[in-house]
Nanobody, 128 residues
């Protein structure tokens, strides 16, 4: 299973970006919960948002709630995160990840350890 994230870049504070992550390989995309995580410079990786395999359930970190929206298109094997009202503290490498284990039990995880597959990351830089 391969995950490819793209859409990062440089944006001014208050601006928007949409990240995309496409999943390929021997996987049924629609059976995985998908998550976005980020790693700010010098800090540990942290949860951003997650969406259930069906797209019916979502979860967000408090720091992005109301500004970021996660969505998925199972026909295109792609998950998105729309990032609005960006702040300099949103600067990070953003990673997408796939989680099968919690999908099976119909819940969503915010823990990195629960995600089986990871993309390579895409850099988002928000200037003040």
């Amino acid at each position: 299973v391969q995950l490819q994230a793209f859409g990062g870049g440089l944006v001014q504070a208050g601006g928007s970006l949409r990240l995309s992550c496409t999943v390929s390989g021997r996987a049924f995309f629609s059976s995985y919960n998908m998550g976005w995580f980020r790693q700010p410079p010098g800090k540990e990786r942290e949860f951003v948002a997650a969406i259930s395999w069906s797209g019916k359930s979502e979860d967000y970190a408090d720091s992005v709630k109301g500004r970021f929206i996660i969505s998925r298109n199972n026909a295109k094997n792609t998950v998105y995160v729309q990032m609005n009202s960006l702040k300099p503290e949103d600067t990070a490498i953003y990673y997408c990840a796939a989680d099968r284990r919690t999908a099976i039990i119909h819940t969503i995880s915010f823990r990195t350890v629960d995600y089986d597959y990871w993309g390579q990351g895409t850099l988002v830089t928000v200037s003040s």
